[in-house]
């Protein structure tokens, strides 16, 4: 089956650095990244969509000055969280989506934890 | 634009017995309704999902889910609990085929031996 992964799995930071998550559809060409931003006990909230090539289109209230994403290729996609604060600290999850027939399936990566200090 | 509900945060059943994990969805057009799985710092694992067909749905796990146009919900069930089963589960939905999905808050699912 299709397979996302995301690198790192975890990661601590001080506050004011940046941090690159990497996103990385294995075994497939994904047309479309998403990325997920999931709080404590709370559901996952889409922050941006991406397609390869193209500048990303962000949610509203998600700044896309702070948190960059990049989709250089079909199966790979960064998401960098600059200036990372406290409140940064969260679950981060990426999606990577193929269309077939113009229905959208979406595969989903193992997450990648952030702690800011 | 769409939006799910899951109105418990929290499910208990004893192993052995039927579950059930609420979903209710509004959408514009035709749902497409999924449910995923998540377990401690994992990702999400794909269920199943409805389109279109039966309204009865079967997934992994041995999970199912009934689509109820007129009440607008997409419940999960299973017929017989496994402590294995205790996890946080996502309902969500999209109201085209090709915009990304929107997730409930998830429900809490403890199965107690």
């Given at each position: 089956?299709?397979?996302?992964?995301?690198?790192?799995?975890?990661?601590?930071?001080?506050?004011?650095?940046?941090?690159?998550?990497?996103?990385?559809?294995?075994?497939?060409?994904?047309?479309?990244?998403?990325?997920?931003?999931?709080?404590?006990?709370?559901?996952?909230?889409?922050?941006?969509?991406?397609?390869?090539?193209?500048?990303?289109?962000?949610?509203?209230?998600?700044?896309?000055?702070?948190?960059?994403?990049?989709?250089?290729?079909?199966?790979?996609?960064?998401?960098?969280?600059?200036?990372?604060?406290?409140?940064?600290?969260?679950?981060?999850?990426?999606?990577?989506?193929?269309?077939?027939?113009?229905?959208?399936?979406?595969?989903?990566?193992?997450?990648?934890?952030?702690?800011?200090? | 634009?769409q939006s799910v509900a899951q109105p418990e945060?929290?499910?208990?059943?004893?192993?052995?017995?039927?579950?059930t994990v609420k979903c209710t969805y509004s959408v514009s057009g035709n749902p497409y309704l999924f449910w995923?799985?998540?377990?401690?710092?994992?990702?999400?694992?794909?269920?199943?999902?409805y389109?279109?067909?039966d309204n009865l749905v079967?997934?992994?796990?041995?999970?199912e889910a009934e689509f109820n146009k007129s009440q607008t919900s997409f419940h999960l069930k299973?017929?017989?609990?496994?402590?294995?089963?205790?996890?946080?589960?996502?309902c969500?939905v999209?109201d085209?085929?090709?915009?990304?999905?929107?997730?409930g808050?998830?429900t809490?699912?403890?199965?107690?031996?």
């Open positions: 089956g299709a397979v996302v992964s995301q690198h790192p799995s975890w990661v601590i930071c001080k506050s004011g650095t940046s941090v690159k998550i990497e996103c990385r559809s294995l075994d497939f060409q994904a047309t479309t990244m998403f990325w997920y931003r999931q709080f404590p006990k709370q559901s996952l909230m889409l922050m941006a969509t991406s397609n390869e090539g193209s500048k990303a289109t962000y949610e509203q209230g998600v700044e896309k000055d702070k948190f960059l994403i990049n989709h250089a290729s079909l199966t790979l996609s960064t998401l960098t969280v600059t200036s990372a604060h406290p409140e940064d600290s969260s679950f981060y999850i990426c999606s990577a989506g193929t269309s077939t027939g113009g229905r959208l399936t979406q595969y989903f990566g193992p997450g990648t934890r952030l702690t800011v200090l | 634009a945060d929290q499910v208990n059943v004893a192993e052995g017995n039927p579950l995923y799985v998540q377990y401690p710092n994992r990702g999400l694992q794909f269920l199943l999902k389109i279109t067909g079967k997934g992994s796990y041995g999970f299973k017929p017989s609990a496994l402590v294995s089963d205790s996890a946080l589960y996502f969500a999209r085209t085929g090709n915009t990304p999905l929107v997730f808050k998830g809490r699912l403890s199965v107690i031996a």
